[in-house]
């Protein structure tokens, strides 16, 4: 059997504890501790250097086709809430969907995914102080504010 496939996105501006949280639960070889191995990929809308909020350069040695046949897709954060979804990120976000892959969005990843319109009719949540900004923006989503995660 393959190992899972596990495609983070990363994108400019990312925060490097929110990539890190991913990366350190999946990215890790743990086969020592009988945990199972994944096939981890850093992902972005365009392979190649991705510059950090904290002034790190990394490298996401994946673009958006990195997110196919993944199991579970992660989007670990999302920046300047008030910058649209990237289409081609969005469409790559549906199609994983469609295919049955697992989407997660961690704190600000909601954003993304609700943009996608992967959230309609369902309950989500997000970082507690941007639930009402999300239910503005999104209000065909029941968000719920008490919950760290759905």
């Known amino acids: ?86 289409p081609l990120l969005m469409e790559a976000l549906r199609h994983a969907h469609q295919r049955g892959a697992l989407i997660v969005g961690l704190c600000l990843g909601t954003f993304a995914i609700a943009a996608a319109g992967l959230l309609s009719g369902r309950r989500a949540a997000t970082h507690w102080a941007y639930c009402e900004q999300l239910q503005t923006l999104h209000p065909d989503i029941a968000v719920d504010a008490a919950v760290l995660y759905v």
Request: with cysteine.
């Open 1 to 86: 059997m393959n190992d899972p496939i596990i495609a983070v996105l990363a994108f400019d501006g990312i925060s490097p504890f929110h990539l890190s949280v991913p990366c350190l639960v999946f990215g890790e070889d743990r086969t020592a501790l009988g945990l199972p191995r994944f096939d981890f990929r850093i992902c972005a809308v365009k392979a190649g250097p991705i510059h950090t909020e904290a002034g790190l350069t990394i490298a996401a040695p994946h673009g958006l086709e990195g997110l196919d046949g993944a199991d579970i897709v992660i989007i670990p954060s999302w920046h300047h809430l008030s910058e649209p979804v990237s």
